[in-house]
């Protein structure tokens, strides 16, 4: 799914001015950039697109007020669904463990990245792994989707679906009522005040 032309140069300036922070490396930043908007814009992609990281980036923006580290929030918008294989069980350690090595490059602090990567594998079961309102409010904004409108929320299955092409349509459709009973049962109320 292809990012209109603004909506890239949109997620390129918070990068940008979010990595201007720590005096990365300009040479990083342009690289490790390249490198977000090629994972997710990998061919078996419809839902976890650089579309789902606007619209994460837009809630941290919108909800800034309730943000305790909305730098730690940013990173992890951008590298929670940086490895996605949907055969794969591993993606959002692999994920946190790719954004730990970026972000040192990027001379971040290690308490951010420690913070950065406690999201990032909190988005593997959405439960956060430490005692963290950010983290909370973060994955708040992973599942945003769950309460949007019924067209919307459509067209998210539909994308999902995609994702999951190689698994049979009957397995697939009682796996994902599994998950979203789930979810929405241990999401209620939501983590955060958000």
């Known amino acids: 799914m292809a990012l209109p032309p603004p909506e890239l140069l949109f997620l390129r300036r918070v990068w940008r001015e ?3 922070k720590y005096n990365s ?4 930043v342009n690289q490790f950039f390249e490198e977000i908007v090629q994972a997710y814009w990998e061919p078996q992609r419809f839902y976890h697109t650089l579309l789902h990281i606007r619209h994460i980036v837009e809630l941290i923006f919108e909800h ?3 943000v305790n580290s909305e730098e730690a929030l940013l990173f992890a918008a951008f590298y929670h669904d940086f490895v996605y294989h949907t055969h794969s069980y591993q993606n959002e350690e692999k994920s946190a463990e790719y954004a730990e090595k970026c972000l040192q490059q990027l001379l971040v602090d290690n308490e951010l990245i420690s913070k950065v990567s406690n999201i990032i594998v909190s988005t593997k079961t959405h439960d956060c792994q430490i005692n963290d309102s950010d983290c909370a409010l973060f994955l708040d904004f992973d599942l945003h ?3 949007v ?3 919307e929320f459509a067209e998210y299955e539909k994308n999902i679906r995609n994702e999951y092409t ?3 349509e009957e397995i697939f459709w009682q796996k994902r009522t599994q998950i979203l ?3 929405t049962a241990f999401r209620e ?3 955060s005040d958000f």
Do not use: D, F, G, R
């Open 166 to 168: 190689w698994v049979e």
């Open 189 to 191: 109320p939501k983590a």
């Open 181 to 183: 009973s789930y979810t």
């Open 18 to 20: 979010l990595c201007l």
């Open 149 to 151: 409108s019924a067209t």
């Open 25 to 28: 490396p300009q040479m990083l």
């Open 64 to 66: 800034k007020t309730l």
């Open 145 to 147: 989707i769950l309460s």
